[in-house]
Structures are given as structure tokens and as C-alpha cells.
């Protein structure tokens, strides 16, 4: 059985293109809508806290669920580029549209592959979390 550690880390650091690794890929694979559209009323994890939680098969791939991802209310699609520098994977998340004046949050499930079975920090920009 293999592990994978990975550390939640938020950095400023500037990175360079020479720094990048083509052999990681991944895909935002479904997500929530709006949660204050969604009825339920069991929620896990407070509004004001986005948290993640992954799982690494073995074989190279990663699973990572952002939870409480925030966007626009109506965005037209949700995507992500996913990239590698250093020991450090780089979630950059985007939406196509703003179409409502109002932002909701959502739990992104993503598909990380390519991955090797070693220590990562994992970064994830967010459109409105400057």
C-alpha cells in the first residue's frame, strides 16, 4: 500500500515557467450547485471555512474535494488548470461567466493525474479569495 502526505499551504511566492512540470494533468470532474440553492439542511463543514480532502490511489491518480469553493451565483461553467511546480500543485480555478450579482460557494470534486507517490503542498486559487 502506498501514502501520499500533502500539505494544505497558501503562498505569494512568484514562481517561474522553468519551474513547471508538463507531466501532471487534471479536471474539475462535478461540483455542487449554488449551496444556498441546495435544501438540505445537514451541512458538514461551516460557510466560512473552505477545506479540502483528497485520497491517492496508488496508482497516480489523486481525488481532491474542495469544499466551499466560492464563485458567482450563475456561472455559465466551472473549470480548473492544474499544474506542477517543484513539490508544489497548483490548482488555478475559474468560472466563464458572472452572471448574477451574487456569489455562492460549491464543492468542486477534481482528478489529479500523473501524480508520484512523494510529499506535495497543495495551492488552489480561487477567483474571489485575493
Not at 455542487?32 to 485520497?55: G, N, P, R, V, W
Not at 488548470?81 to 460557494?105: G, P, Q, R, W
Not at 464543492?107 to 500523473?114: A, P, R
Amino acid at each position: 500500500m502506498t501514502f501520499v502526505t500533502i500539505l494544505f499551504v497558501l503562498s505569494c511566492d512568484m514562481e517561474t515557467e522553468d519551474q513547471q512540470h508538463p507531466d501532471i494533468s487534471g479536471q474539475i470532474v462535478k461540483h455542487t450547485s449554488c449551496k444556498e440553492m441546495l435544501k438540505s439542511a445537514e451541512q458538514f463543514t461551516a460557510d466560512s471555512l473552505s477545506c479540502i480532502s483528497y485520497s491517492f490511489n496508488g496508482d497516480n491518480q489523486l481525488t481532491v474535494k474542495h469544499i466551499n469553493a466560492g464563485f458567482n451565483c450563475c456561472p455559465e461553467s466551472l473549470w480548473c488548470n492544474i499544474s506542477l511546480k517543484n513539490d508544489t500543485i497548483i490548482f488555478h480555478e475559474f468560472e466563464k461567466s458572472a452572471s448574477c450579482k451574487c456569489n455562492c460557494l460549491y464543492d468542486l470534486d477534481m482528478e489529479v493525474n500523473g501524480v508520484s507517490s512523494k510529499k506535495y503542498f497543495l495551492k488552489f486559487v480561487e477567483p474571489y479569495c485575493g
